[in-house]
């Protein structure tokens, strides 16, 4: 092995730059489409644009991933957003709710239907996929009684959360101030976090990676902030980096937080892995399930509450194909079919894919029927990469990830190759139970 590939497979933490596979495919498609669009993809205008528009894909990938953990899938959550966004639009302009009552009244809509749906897959067992399925019927039919399918206007008190900004202060530099604290605030958390974790290996006695990759790792995450706060510090005049994207960012790092550092996030990973020896081990599966069908809903609300703000309006045909957008994130991301592998972090590069994409070919005067093949192709694509590469016997990047926490299979031992062997009905209905398959090897 040559001196570059060593240090190469020393940088990815041994695993080599094809495990990187998606994130390199997000660099490539920004690139080509910057070339394509002769720089316009990443003109300051356009990348806040595209925050303001597809926030709502982000939103939605990250409850759809912690489904997709779980072993579920929601269909409902473009009809659910569609429906808390009437409800609403039409609490401020008909019971003339202020802003923050009628969002907190979405947010316990979004609630009770995830209760509502929680119940029947969790309790009487009936299949997500089925019970979401009527819930699209249900909640879209919903969305146009309640707004007797017309457009309900909100107001303009309200739309600052979906096309709103920061608000400027300060001196005049030429750049928005509050994007390049934003900025600041964010290198120094990076820098702060790996300084932590290599503090934290030395207390547990782990062995150290070179200083060189550290500095290399913190070199290019820093870099890609740096140029990220100066596209949004240097839009047109009156903007900064979008409300909307500080909604996302705050929930891509609780939401991140709790799936790979909580109790309940190593049981969503055992519920999905292996269901029935999750509940040999005392996992108390139904509550799980019932609370991320709750959590799904919440943040369908979320996502169509901040659609409703940059629309400045509820329309009936709002959230149509959200379901689609977030389930394609979240398996182009790495997540697996039959549940048990993803993260938070690879839905949301895939939601960038998916975003960069559409945008690059709407720039480019695309037509919209080319645009859903292209988008089509590029899932399968995806899928099939990942399937491809398990099946030659070469982990993920996604199951690297999850070994790196803990959270991966190792050899079983005898006692865990009994829980293995026995039935798999003892939480899933006939109808959900599958067999097994590694998804990390």
């Known amino acids: 092995m040559s001196k570059f590939s060593q240090g190469l497979r020393t940088l990815t933490g041994g695993r080599g730059i094809s495990q990187y596979s998606m994130i ?10 910057e070339i394509w669009t002769g720089g316009y993809t990443l003109d300051p205008t356009n990348v806040i644009n595209m925050v303001q528009q597809y926030s709502y894909i ?18 409902s959550v473009g009809s659910v957003a569609a429906f808390v966004g009437v409800v609403v639009a039409q609490s401020m302009a008909v019971w003339h709710l202020p802003a923050g009552l009628a969002m907190l009244l979405g947010i316990v809509v979004g609630a009770l239907v995830g209760a509502w749906q929680g119940f029947w897959v969790a309790y009487v067992r009936v299949p997500a996929f089925i019970v979401t399925l009527a819930g699209q019927l249900i909640f879209r039919g919903a969305n146009q009684v309640v707004g007797n399918s017309t457009a309900v206007p909100t107001p303009a008190s309200y739309n600052w959360i979906g096309n709103g900004f920061l608000p400027d202060f300060g001196p005049d530099f030429g750049y928005s101030n509050p994007t390049l604290i934003l900025g600041l605030i964010v290198v120094v958390a990076l ?20 200083v060189w990759v550290s500095v290399v790792k913190l070199v290019l995450l820093c870099g890609v902030t740096i140029f990220a706060t100066y596209l949004f510090a240097t839009g047109r005049v009156g903007t900064s980096f979008p409300v909307v994207g500080i909604i996302a960012g705050l929930l891509i790092l609780l939401y991140s937080f709790l799936t790979s550092s909580t109790v309940f996030g190593r049981h969503i990973y055992a519920v999905g892995g292996n269901p029935s020896a999750a509940v040999l081990s005392g996992v108390k599966s139904r509550r799980v399930n019932f609370l ?22 509820s329309g009936p045909f709002d959230g149509t194909g959200w379901e689609l957008d977030a389930i394609a994130a979240v398996f182009v991301g790495g997540a697996a079919i039959f549940g048990g592998v993803g993260t938070v972090a690879g839905s949301i590069i895939g939601a960038f894919v998916m975003a960069f994409l559409s945008n690059g070919l709407s720039l480019l005067g695309l037509d919209s029927s080319w645009v859903s093949i292209i988008r089509g192709l590029v899932l399968v694509a995806a899928v099939a990469f990942d399937v491809y590469n398990k099946t030659q016997g070469r982990p993920s990047i ?22 293995e062997a026995q039935p798999q009905g003892i939480d899933k209905p006939v109808g959900e139970q599958v067999e097994k398959v590694d998804t990390l090897s």
């Open 191 to 210: 820098i702060w976090k790996e300084l932590h974790d290599r503090r934290k290996r030395v207390k547990m006695g782990a062995q150290l990676q070179p």
């Open 58 to 75: 982000l939103i939605l990938a990250i409850g759809m991933v912690m489904l997709i953990i779980a072993g579920h899938i929601d269909l």
């Open 398 to 419: 996604i199951g690297i990830l999850l070994r790196g926490l803990g959270i991966g299979r190792k050899k079983p031992t005898v006692t865990e190759a009994a829980i």
């Open 292 to 313: 991320l069908m709750m959590n799904m809903s919440i943040l369908a609300a979320v996502a169509g509450m901040v659609f409703i703000g940059n629309a400045q309006a």
């Open 24 to 33: 390199i495919a997000l660099v490539v498609i920004i690139l080509v489409f």
